[in-house]
């Protein structure tokens, strides 16, 4: 697979973004491998901007509270990156991953959120999505990648994941509702950026899902998911779209 190379400058500084992009038709979650390292060069920076203010980042290897009770927001394009990382996967770690996430499911279920979750109403307002916020959290389920404290796919991470990283005492994290958690801030959206850009291409509204309803939802909506498009006409417009979202 051909690699692709990108220079730009991220808060100033310079910065080089290099990943496989394949030179065929390919599926949209077949260029995140390109995304996430434009997302990792931007948070390098960010870091380096925080840490240069004298500020330190909390989060560390051992440390898993934000993968414990998050709703974890992901992408219709990253679901389906993640339900196709399952389906990959050796037995028997696809049977344990894929009985972690129907435990979740079921739990959501139960508590009444999943389908607030699958079919977002579009005028829910920010109160009562705080309050389901809450809800999800109070339920307390445990990220189905999370092993022994550590995220198993930690290079095919979504964003959201690579992006939240707090310079408060770690202990806040326990509940981020009610805790002041300093979230560092981030120079590149790219979960918003995706949502707008892929949209017209899929021809489906598109909205995040949290983590654990993934594989339900690209399982739902696999044959929009797998459209195939020309990656060499549609990446550098993505990368537009998350580099210059105001354009
Ligand atoms: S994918 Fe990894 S980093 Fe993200 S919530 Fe799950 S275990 Fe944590």
């Not at 109070?138 to 189905?144: A, D, F, K, M, Y």
């Not at 009610?178 to 120079?187: D, L």
């Amino acid at each position: 697979m051909p690699i692709a190379r990108l220079s730009l400058r991220v808060l100033g500084e310079p910065a080089v973004v290099e990943a496989d992009v394949p030179d065929r038709p390919a599926r949209l979650d077949e260029l995140l491998p390109f995304l996430r390292e434009l997302d990792n060069r931007a948070i390098d920076r960010a870091v380096a901007r925080t840490e240069a203010a004298g500020e330190k980042v909390s989060c560390q290897r051992g440390c898993s509270t934000c993968c414990r009770a998050q709703p974890v927001p992901v992408t219709p394009v990253e679901a389906n990156a993640l339900r196709r990382l399952v389906e990959s996967l050796p037995e028997p770690r696809r049977t344990v991953i894929r009985e972690r996430f129907e435990d979740r499911v079921r739990r959501l279920k139960d508590a009444g959120l999943a389908d607030h979750f699958l079919k977002r109403a579009p005028d829910l307002t920010a109160e009562s999505a705080r309050a389901i916020g809450i809800q999800y959290f109070r339920l307390g389920l445990v990220c189905p990648f999370l092993d022994d404290d550590a995220c198993g796919i930690y290079a095919d991470r979504p964003f959201v994941c690579r992006q939240y990283l707090v310079t408060s005492p770690a202990e806040l994290c326990a509940d981020p509702f009610t805790n002041p958690v300093s979230v560092i801030p981030m120079p590149l959206a790219p979960a918003g950026a995706t949502l707008r850009f892929t949209e017209p291409i899929l021809g489906e509204p598109q909205h995040t899902v949290p983590l654990v309803l993934a594989l339900e939802f690209a399982e739902t909506h696999r044959e929009t998911l797998e459209t195939l498009v020309e990656p060499k006409a549609i990446l550098p417009k993505w990368i537009d779209a998350i580099v210059r979202p105001d354009s």
